[in-house]
């Protein structure tokens, strides 16, 4: 199993950006997928999830509003996008698999490698 997060980089306050993750090993469609954060000195975060049939969604607090997660079965990937970004926002962003929706959000089976988004002031 792959999980290929891509997208990141140095970007201004307010400003968005669009993380991809791209996978392989998994039937994709049958998985829910979701994003994790961490930030420096602090623990991993939920962010953003998403089911299997690409209906149900859910975010931390800290970005409803902010942030998207969408998926495309066709092309087996899930994305991120990230807008009005803010320096806390500032982290290393993974994207996670599971079969089960409510253990994604706790404890996914498969975690890909992270990307840097860094959010300058």
């Known amino acids: 199993v792959q999980l290929q997060a891509s997208g990141g980089g140095l970007v201004p306050a307010g400003g968005s950006v669009r993380l991809s993750c791209a996978t392989s090993g998994i039937t994709f469609s049958l998985y829910s997928m979701g994003w994790f954060r961490q930030a420096p000195g602090k623990e991993r975060e939920f962010v953003a999830a998403?089911?299997?049939?690409?209906?149900?969604?859910d975010y931390a607090d800290s970005v409803k509003g902010r942030f998207t997660i969408f998926r495309d079965n066709t092309k087996n990937t899930v994305h991120l996008q990230m807008n009005s970004l803010r320096p806390e926002d500032t982290a290393v962003y993974y994207c996670?698999?599971?079969?089960?929706?409510?253990?994604?959000?706790?404890?996914?089976?498969?975690w890909g490698q992270g990307t840097q988004v860094t959010v300058s002031s």
């Open positions: 996670a698999a599971d079969h089960w929706y409510t253990t994604l959000k706790v404890n996914p089976s498969y």
């Open positions: 998403i089911r299997s049939n690409g209906i149900s969604t």
